[in-house]
DNA sequence: ATACATCCATACCAAATGGTATGGATGAAC
DNA sequence: GTTCATCCATACCATTTGGTATGGATGTAT
């Protein structure tokens, strides 16, 4: 059984861990029992256990385990994801260059944890997605925020004439999302970087055949 | 909660459903229980109440529920995988048509209910992975046995001089392998095909940029 | 000082879980 | 006819699950 222990330092770890009022312990503690063992399975007597709350504090904060759920994905996920995916969007100069940066720099900061655990949106998107409509809602919201995102960064670069016409940036943003999260279930599958930093590679290459200049392949 | 009834007809449905023995039938109702909620959350009791066979015969069969997990690995999706994903691949004669054609027949065969579970491939090793050692060795083989099969398609096309020198086989393999799986990820989330299609078509786009020949864009 | 709401601790519960123990039915081997 | 292995049915079990009921502590408003 895989395990994660408090003071692991991941990539999508959420921030602020210190200091937290009781809600917020929970909410962090269920978060990451989630990431490892899905919601289905997340034992409500592991979070308990490991934050040193008590039941009663539990269902005085939160009135059942599906709300909390809700709650690790409306005030955890959703952050984490915009940190990490949506914001970096906003500091690109030349948009080809910022993504292609992006990945390196995303390939250098997953720890070996991150790669075994996977994304959590990613992950919890799969397990509820077909089961529970809120969880499916909330998760396709935040999925459609990040590749409405990546589609303005595009239509931007189309603007100004950085990326060929046939480019059509939705499309194109959809279909990088799907690589980034393709890769991601490939290396915690295979426990391999090497998955990660093929896929990087090839999307790269994906990215220098749209440009109107060509770049340094 | 989702359901999956027992005569619903769906792109991942294994063969041979009909007179089937009791070990058969066993296997077959639990990789649709698994498919829809997960192996850890996959109840035996489920399994035996659709198939009628008792508690008993089932552990005559299967040591446990883990290997009763692992055998519906080894003997339904591997399966699966091999007629869906790496069968098509041989019958292709010009390979980036081939591809092209394989993803415009996926985006039609696929059925509201293929969309809503995903593919039971991606859902378990994401769930599984991090888990149990058992599952993801088995997982990571069927996707490793995948990407070298796409590469194998590559390759050939490389040495024909159909695709450009820059495209290295192995790359390009995993990358496109995480852009469907992406794909049918997102699909699922969102409920919505367009999502298959955006990226059936980012892929398309993709491929007729590394042929050597422009092709009809 | 009293009333009241917030916050949490303890004890308890019905239901479901995976798993086991045991015995019976059936057919083949000798 | 006896033996033995295969195949399966029934009853039972310990453990864990999410959830509840109740009461106490603490702070605040009046």
């Not at 210190?18 to 919601?39: C, M, P, S, W």
């Not at 260059?97 to 996977?118: H, N, P, R, V």
């Amino acid at each position: 059984m895989n395990d994660l222990s408090d003071n692991d330092v991941y990539w999508w770890r959420p921030l602020e861990e210190t200091e937290l009022d009781t809600r917020g312990q929970l909410l962090f503690a269920a978060y990451k029992e989630i990431h490892v063992n899905g919601f289905q399975s997340a034992s409500l007597s592991n979070i308990l256990a490991r934050t040193g709350v008590t039941k009663g504090a539990l269902y005085h904060h939160f009135p059942n385990k599906l709300e909390l759920g809700y709650a690790v994905v409306d005030e955890v996920i959703a952050q984490r994801i915009h940190l990490n995916f949506i914001q970096p969007l906003e500091h690109f100069g030349d948009p080809i260059d910022g993504f292609i940066a992006f990945i390196q720099g995303a390939g250098d900061a997953f720890s070996m944890t991150d790669i075994e655990l996977g994304c959590p949106l990613s992950v919890l998107a799969q397990e509820m997605a077909p089961i529970d409509e809120g969880f499916r809602t909330r998760l396709a919201a935040i999925y459609e925020k990040w590749h409405q995102s990546i589609a303005d960064v595009l239509i931007q670069a189309r603007q100004n004439g950085l990326i060929i016409d046939e480019v059509d940036p939705y499309t194109m943003a959809v279909t990088m999302a799907a690589i980034l999260e393709g890769s991601l279930s490939a290396a915690k599958v295979s426990r391999n970087l090497d998955k990660l930093y093929h896929c990087g590679a090839g999307l790269t290459q994906f990215l220098n055949l749209i440009r109107t200049q060509p770049g340094n392949q």
